[in-house]
DNA sequence: GGCAAGCAAATTGTATCCGATTGACGGATG
DNA sequence: CATCCGTCAATCGGATACAATTTGCTTGCC
């Protein structure tokens, strides 16, 4: 924590997003201030700027004077956030049907190379990687507004399958991002929506199914707010 | 400024938004810390949490060490927001066309009943209303993550038009807003879809068209960029 | 044995303080 | 006369200090 360019917040908000998409912070773990940042080798000052950072991103929530704890979104939050996701990800299909750049099959077909290369590993690399293939389609439209809004969703349904789902490894077949970079490039749209609905559905249809047996204390969180008002 | 059960930051926070969608804070201006912490009698610590979520929220931009100003989007970046506005409200009359609530209909006819009693009135009142209709629009969806987007975008083209309209007071042509209500309670989302990129269309392209002959220093200092790394 | 009230500890909310970086002004110099 | 460099004021990034609130535990009473 000695120099960085960059400032402090940064690199402790990236650090903690890090730190939660790889499922390394658990949902509804509780996140003191000044833990963090003693952790980290930063004042609360820096945590908390970060926190309001995190928060708005969704990945976590904070009470007043009780602290912030990483996000455990309901199973509708779940189902927003996935509905979300598929309205951007349909929108940046269409947008790139019409306007792909030249080097972006390359850099598509590059991603997917990489990801055959760790395919069965399940890891926090596998786990990235999946997921910024999506970012990756969202930033060949070439507007980092809906770019942004994208990598947030993506990030957030990462965090709502290690909630939900059992396992990240097959989150995403490697083999339907390929399916949809040919879609894409035929310029069929609703094809290539399709494909991209399938393949996100099969994964939010996924996390729906599992009952999270092995998180009893989230569930008991969720109903013990009714008996303490 | 005395008593608030809400933190002093979500109050600075709400009181910045709403001066700047109001115009009351312009493009580009300054805004020392300081100063608007003394001005609302807080200190600096809440005006800089505040800032953290404007700054995410793409209402204003901080430079190292230089400050906080008002956002002051190139045309590029103004492009980008009402394309992603034009995707996210497409995709709210996709989904309020399969289920629009009962009580829905009812709530929309009376918020244009709301913006036709100020018809014509070129105030602050009429800027709100005319974004608030479209943000309505979105919580109907019954998805407070497309919502939040929807509101976040609508605010940021509300501050572009600052910059690049001639005057708000035609913005959002309220008999359009009566169409769209219609198309959506016909039930044919292609209709409703097309009333609505119409109507956010004749938005961007007015202005697109403006040349911002009045705002010479906002143009150098994009171009001061480049030669000041 | 259970419940309520009250006290102590922990944690957050806010303010103030110090050091660092930036931009500007002004004088020295080729 | 233009350019360069040093000093200075302004402002921000970060740390620390104090106040307010919540929480959990203890204690006493029913």
Redesign the interface.
């Known amino acids: 924590m000695s120099e960085n360019k960059t ?1 402090l ?1 940064d690199a402790v908000h990236d650090l903690l997003k890090k730190a939660i998409i790889e499922q390394a912070l658990k949902p509804g773990m509780r996140l003191p201030e000044d833990t963090v940042g003693e952790q980290f080798g930063v004042s609360r ?1 820096i945590v ?2 970060a926190f ?2 995190l928060e ?1 991103e ?1 990945l976590i929530a904070t009470r ?1 004077n009780r602290g912030a704890f990483v996000a455990e979104p309901t199973r509708d ?1 779940a189902q ?2 996935f ?2 996701r598929r ?2 990800e ?2 940046v299909i ?2 790139l049907c019409k306007r792909m750049p030249e080097s972006g099959y390359d850099r598509l077909e590059s991603h997917v190379r990489h990801e055959q290369a760790v395919r069965g590993k399940d890891g926090p690399v596998a786990i990235r990687l999946a997921g910024e293939f999506h970012i990756l389609l969202a930033e060949l439209t070439g ?4 770019a942004r ?1 994208v990598a947030e ?1 993506v990030l957030r349904c990462s965090l709502i399958l290690s909630l939900y789902a059992r396992s990240h490894s097959s989150d995403c077949a490697v083999d339907e991002h390929s399916q949809i970079i040919e879609a894409i490039r035929s310029g069929d749209a609703a094809a290539a929506i399709a494909i991209m609905e399938h393949h996100l559905g099969a994964v939010a249809d996924r996390a729906a199914l599992v009952n999270p047996q092995d998180s009893i204390q989230s569930i008991l969180s969720h109903y013990g707010k009714e008996l303490a008002p």
């Open positions: 400032t917040t000052t908390r700027h309001v950072r708005h969704g007043r939050e927003n956030v509905e979300v309205c951007l349909s929108d269409r947008l507007n980092p507004v809906l809004y969703v």
